[in-house]
């Protein structure tokens, strides 16, 4: 868990130094262009094995009402896809048909008042899979302010998948749970999907896993 964060965290850092050196150049404007940053983040799923469902950059509406989203799946990591890059087709503005208000968000919230990557979740992936999701989000900012937050989701059952092997060698019940109490990952079935209560979290082993807001339990 702690090597996928950190891969993550590498994603992360690369788009989130990739639109800071944009936005540099276009100090005041209230459009970034971005251009070529649809390569960017193909380069960044074909160069890293990292199972990211979605990654990209989302712009603060305040700061850059007239900048569109610039998020995509990959086809990889879609099944139903016929291959290339889709786009999170979603509208910032409140006028907008698709709007999206992700300044609301618990993902946004929290990526936009710390300083450094931070991972919220699970939440139902946005898009329509229906998934399970956990963001991983990084504010970008220009002279100290918020321009935007780049992001990247993976599956709760790709979660599951990575950390099936560890959990199998501990104790039963033991899950990776969120901050919240949700089950990301468990050895547990009757736990899969559900929710940990905090006194329950309190009075079974927990530990903080490192580089995440997530714990390690034994609770149930």
Same mark, same amino acid.
């Given at each position: 868990?702690?090597?996928?964060?950190?891969?993550?965290?590498?994603? $992360?850092?690369?788009?989130?130094?990739?639109?800071?050196?944009?936005?540099?150049?276009?100090?005041?404007?209230?459009?970034?262009?971005?251009?070529?940053?649809?390569?960017?983040?193909?380069?960044?799923?074909?160069?890293?094995?990292?199972?990211?469902?979605?990654?990209?950059?989302?712009? +603060?509406?305040?700061?850059?009402?007239?900048?569109?989203?610039?998020?995509?799946?990959?086809?990889?990591?879609?099944?139903?896809?016929?291959?290339?890059?889709?786009?999170?087709?979603?509208?910032? =503005?409140?006028?907008?048909?698709?709007?999206?208000?992700?300044?609301?968000?618990?993902?946004?919230?929290?990526?936009?008042?710390?300083?450094?990557?931070?991972?919220?979740?699970?939440?139902?992936?946005?898009?329509?899979? +229906?998934?399970?999701?956990?963001?991983?989000?990084?504010?970008?900012?220009?002279?100290?302010? $918020?321009?935007? $937050?780049?992001?990247?989701?993976?599956?709760?059952?790709?979660? =599951?998948?990575?950390?099936? +092997?560890?959990? $199998?060698?501990?104790?039963?019940?033991?899950?990776?749970?969120?901050?919240?109490?949700?089950?990301?990952?468990? +050895?547990?079935?009757?736990?899969?999907?559900?929710?940990?209560? =905090?006194?329950?979290?309190?009075?079974?082993?927990?530990?903080?896993?490192?580089?995440?807001?997530?714990?390690?339990?034994?609770?149930?």
């Amino acid at each position: 868990m702690v090597t996928l964060s950190k891969q993550v965290n590498v994603l $992360l850092d690369s788009m989130r130094a990739r639109v800071e050196e944009e936005a540099a150049g276009s100090a005041g404007e209230s459009a970034l262009r971005l251009a070529g940053f649809e390569a960017f983040v193909r380069g960044l799923y074909d160069s890293q094995d990292t199972p990211v469902l979605g990654m990209g950059f989302l712009p +603060n509406p305040k700061a850059l009402p007239d900048t569109a989203v610039r998020w995509w799946y990959h086809s990889s990591r879609q099944p139903d896809s016929r291959g290339g890059l889709r786009p999170l087709a979603v509208g910032l =503005q409140p006028d907008a048909m698709d709007f999206y208000d992700t300044t609301s968000t618990e993902w946004w919230h929290r990526g936009a008042t710390s300083e450094g990557p931070v991972v919220s979740g699970p939440f139902v992936d946005i898009s329509g899979t +229906n998934a399970y999701v956990v963001t991983f989000a990084q504010a970008v900012r220009l002279s100290e302010r $918020l321009i935007g $937050l780049v992001a990247a989701d993976i599956t709760v059952a790709t979660l =599951q998948t990575l950390c099936q +092997n560890h959990l $199998l060698d501990m104790p039963r019940p033991t899950s990776v749970i969120s901050s919240e109490g949700m089950v990301i990952a468990t +050895n547990a079935g009757a736990l899969l999907g559900g929710v940990v209560e =905090q006194e329950a979290t309190a009075q079974g082993r927990s530990a903080p896993i490192s580089g995440t807001s997530w714990y390690l339990t034994t609770a149930h």
